[in-house]
């Protein structure tokens, strides 16, 4: 067993410097608690060499509740079992401190017993279709809300995830048509409900006063209060109904024949409608309608399910895991574990640490994983969590989502692609043009520049194909609401527009006529990568 320098529901002991001061704030007293700290912490990595790392920042305790290990483990190509609770042993980050260890408990013990949101063998036969983009014979989209909410749910008693579904169906739509492949469409829905934060407390704007952080609604709430932000454990029992809610949407939606392409003029929002990208889409709906009647004046079946009933997948990131570990299954059939809140999660940029607790997770799941890989990874590490994640190299398990900025691509992408091809590894390559391209506003807001996400995107694609790699993927934060969060696109949306409607708790968001026009021009940049 890895000795783990953090402990279970205490801080641990470790040499520091603590400053701690008190607020009264109204009625409301809390504490502010800011540690620096060094650890050495002897770690276990994929090849079970010892090794010491040391790191310095803000230290996040784990407290999840210690679980007795299953007794069904699974074996890996290290000397490490693995069971869904063995990242409790482990080093983590990211992971809220709750007050009430007993409540935490009593709400991992419910959601074991609570039925699976997703199935194993439409995870399975997600990782088949990531495997065709892997060789190149398929795209994906993947997008949604930086950050799912309770509030956005109840205002628009899912409207929101209707015109979501909807703008992720005619943007795949376009590409579809665009690249003349397969698009697969995964959605960042049904579980997106948690986030990292580089700071465990924000400032309000303008203000001196200084809470925790908000972490998403399945931790605690995005009201700048004391009592708010204390993390409550029934919080993912109200994330578990949503998700559960959400995907009977979407499911509903897809299988529904709502988004039959034999009916695709009707596949348009609303207020895209008289924007040039509504109007370019018509331009395309009129084109396979031509296409879908010619077919069938020649005798050719052109209501095969593919166009009635698209395939749909929902993915968030892997960061609650005391969630994560509650809702995986052992699956009989093919006697493996599988993670049965989403088809499709991820490990973040801030707990992709090879030796750590997101990481153990992951390892021992049979899901497609994605891995976020900002500037600060290291090829080495690269190298470790594809050992770890993927021992055995299996073609549509690993997506690596890029997201390093606009004007850093050449700088980072290189090493990365010439890391993996040297290793023969087979992955499906991602852009995320949103998390490296970040600011804030003059008002206060933050914002992404259209410009610069359309930039990052170009150089993307541009080194991938001066590698001749293939570019496979995007992933996006957006909605299909008409929010104004981020600057620019062809509707040209000011600084000083933000504050019309500003709904994200979290991180901007793209709204519909900025991720469809990103989409038409994503289209025709491909085709120019893959046909130059």
Known sequence: MAQCAFSFGSYPVLDKEHSMKRKNI??????????????????????????????QGIIVTCVATPQKQSSTVQ?????????PGSWRNMPIKQVPEYPDKDHLEAVENRLRKALPLVFSGECRRLKEQLAKVARGEAFVLHGGDCAESFSEFERYGGDNIRDTFTLLIQMSIVLMYGLRRPVVKIGRMAGQF????????????????????????????PEFNAKARIPDPERMIQAYHQSTATINLLRSLAGGGFLDLNRIHDINLQFVNETP???????????ISDALAFMKSCGIQAD????????????????????EEALTRYDEETGKYYATSGHFLWVGDRTRQ???????????????????????????????????????????????????????????????????????????????PMHGNMETSKSGYKTRRFENILSEVKEFYE???QLHSYPGGIHLEMTG?????????????????????????????????????LAFLLSELFRKSLYA
Not at 75 to 83: C, H
Not at 194 to 218: C, H, I, Q, T
Not at 277 to 287: D, I, M, P, T, V
């Open 463 to 465: 080194i991938h194909r």
């Open 194 to 221: 948690a986030k990292p934060r580089s700071s465990p407390f924000e400032k309000a704007k303008n203000a001196e006063l200084e809470l925790p952080s908000y972490r998403g609604d399945m931790i605690n709430g």
């Open 481 to 517: 609401q008409n929010v104004t969060e981020c600057i620019g696109g062809m509707m040209e949306l000011e600084e000083s527009q933000l504050s019309q409607r500003y709904e994200s708790p979290c991180d901007p968001r793209l709204n519909a006529s900025q991720s469809l026009e």
């Open 304 to 323: 095969s399910p593919n166009t009635r009933t698209p395939e749909f997948c929902v993915s968030h990131e892997a960061l609650l895991l005391p969630y």
């Open 354 to 432: 090879p030796d750590c607790g997101h990481v153990e997770f992951l390892r021992g799941i049979d899901n497609p994983i994605g891995i976020k890989c900002g500037p600060s990874l290291a090829v080495d590490d690269l190298l470790r969590l594809l050992d770890i994640l993927d021992p055995d190299n299996e073609p549509g398990r690993i997506t690596l989502i890029v997201r390093v900025g606009a004007g850093r691509v050449a700088e980072h992408l290189p090493r990365f692609v010439e890391a993996v091809r040297k290793e023969n590894r087979q992955v499906v390559w991602s852009c995320d």
């Open 75 to 83: 074996k890996t190509s290290s000397s490490n079992k693995w069971s």
């Open 26 to 55: 109204g009625e409301n007293a809390i504490v502010e608690r800011k540690t620096t700290f060094l650890v050495s912490a002897p770690c276990i990595n994929s090849m079970a060499l010892r090794r010491k790392r040391t790191r």
């Open 277 to 287: 990208q509504g109007k370019r889409f018509l331009e395309y709906a009129n084109s």
